[in-house]
């Protein structure tokens, strides 16, 4: 499969109540055989004082939420996330399936003090339950992030008082301000963690998972996912720390045993990309499975890559930066569709642009003026939109300058609201191309027979933006004409 790319060096709304969950953490489900009257090793965690605590949204606006408030036993939590080091222990120790993103069932070099990710709930409640520990209650986490004043960053009140605004994941604790006024470390902006007995109610069968992951402080410690465990996407993400109701701190660290644990049933998730569609479709992609053939790439002025529990995600890094991201198919008559928003700039008013890229074909047989880059194909359109100009584009990249064919203005664009997505879609038939944004026609253009077959894909541009990272929630391609 080709895959090039191009580069230019959800919440729940809280009411407020006080809630009494100290019987409900101490009967938190344990997988597997029941923990031994022993206390398990209090090494490397620290106490969360009984008491109330504050939980929930911070926002100003929210005033019902920042009174939300939920009343805790005591209990103990580790200091920081369980590492890939710590969980090939666990590995070895009960002969657990190692996490999909090692290599060949080996932590990747350099990583062994990095958070281990990729590890399904049940697997993640079965290494705490090995060391006669638990995964924490919801509320448990959320106490030990914010502390008994709840702030809503573990650190205080600034959100950019410490820099974790960077791709990629830190050693567990390397980064010594990321510390919460209980002694715990990494609770926002590194790897999301599984959490046990959620104090709102979620879909059922559906896990929560807390804390955020690559710099993501927009909620700080309050931020909460309920997402689908089976999910390939939010397990390759989504890691772990344990606790305890009480502890000997005078215990070694604790050993891993079968008394403690027995192999959890986990459903299988399923890998790959999909191959059968309903009639009609070629191929369809909601990003939970990041196995379904789209590229993930990290460079410095550009990342393109999947997003849990269903995006993809296409980052431009710096002013005048275009992005690219393509499948690796070829498709000729087609109608391509995409929900697609932001999620992050770097400025409020910088301009940029974005949407899809179809029938991209060829490698270059010489870097065309206008558009560099390591890879990119011969030829491909882009539809895009300006958010803050409030103008969508049709643009062509060949051996001829990268230029506008076709533009205009567009109303009602809601793609700056993460909640609201836009919808972009391109029906490419023979030389006819027709664009559509939220169900309405906004041009077309005649290419004169210019390459009528090609890949897909996405593009993100900044002109003035110092930084634009937007999600594509989903994608169809569909057959068109005969």
Request: charged share 20%.
């Amino acid at each position: 499969m080709r895959r090039n790319r191009l580069s230019n060096a959800t919440g729940i709304s809280f009411l407020a109540a006080t809630i009494s969950i100290g019987m409900l953490v101490a009967s938190a489900p344990v997988f597997g055989q029941a923990a031994k009257a022993a206390l398990p090793s209090g090494f490397r965690m620290v106490p969360v004082p009984a008491g109330v605590y504050i939980v929930g949204s911070d926002r100003p606006s929210d005033e019902a939420a920042r009174k939300r408030t939920v009343t805790l036993t005591a209990s103990f939590t580790d200091i920081y996330e369980v590492s890939n080091a710590d969980y090939a222990k666990f590995v070895d120790a009960i002969a657990a399936p190692p996490p999909g993103n090692w290599v060949r069932g080996a932590i990747p070099g350099g990583k062994d003090n990095q958070p281990v990710t990729g590890v399904a709930f049940e697997w993640a409640a079965a290494y705490c339950t090995a060391l006669g520990k638990r995964l924490p209650a919801e509320a448990e986490w959320e106490a030990a992030a914010r502390g008994t004043d709840g702030r809503l960053y573990p650190w205080g009140a600034n959100a950019s008082a410490v820099d974790l605004d960077t791709p990629g994941r830190r050693d567990v604790g390397s980064v010594g301000a990321n510390v919460s006024p209980l002694g715990v470390h990494d609770t926002v902006g590194s790897v999301w963690e599984w959490v046990d007995t959620p104090y709102e109610p979620v879909t059922v069968g559906n896990r929560v998972r807390r804390g955020g992951e690559y710099g993501r402080v927009r909620e700080g410690a309050a931020m909460r996912q309920s997402v689908a465990p089976t999910n390939e996407s939010v397990v390759a993400e989504t890691g772990f720390r344990c606790s305890a109701t009480a502890v000997d701190p005078k215990k070694p660290a604790g050993q891993f045993t079968e008394s403690h644990q027995t192999s959890p049933s986990v459903t299988t998730i399923a890998s790959g990309p999909t191959t059968t569609f309903a009639p009609g479709v070629l191929f369809r992609d909601n990003f939970e499975n990041p196995k379904s053939g789209w590229p993930t790439i990290k460079e410095t002025t550009y990342f393109v890559g999947y997003h849990a529990p269903s995006s993809y995600h296409v980052d431009a890094s710096l002013p005048h930066v275009q992005a690219l991201s393509l499948l690796g198919v070829a498709y000729t008559d087609t109608e391509i569709e995409a929900h697609v928003y932001v999620d992050k700039t770097g400025s409020p008013t910088g301009r940029f642009r974005y949407g899809l890229a179809f029938r991209a074909s060829g490698p270059p047989s010489k870097p065309p003026s206008g558009i560099s880059g390591p890879v990119r194909p011969e030829d491909f359109y882009a539809f895009v939109i300006d958010p803050r100009s409030g103008r969508w584009a049709l643009l062509h990249a060949d051996t001829l300058p990268f230029r506008q064919l076709v533009g205009g203005r567009v109303r009602g664009l809601t793609g700056l609201d993460q909640t609201k997505p836009d919808t972009l879609k391109v029906r490419a038939l023979g030389r006819r191309i027709s664009l559509f944004i939220n169900g309405k026609r906004v041009g077309g253009f005649d290419t004169r027979g210019f390459h009528p077959s090609g890949d897909i894909g996405f593009y993100v541009e900044n002109l003035t933006e110092t930084r634009a990272h937007v999600h594509f929630a989903d994608v169809e391609v569909r057959r068109i004409g005969t």
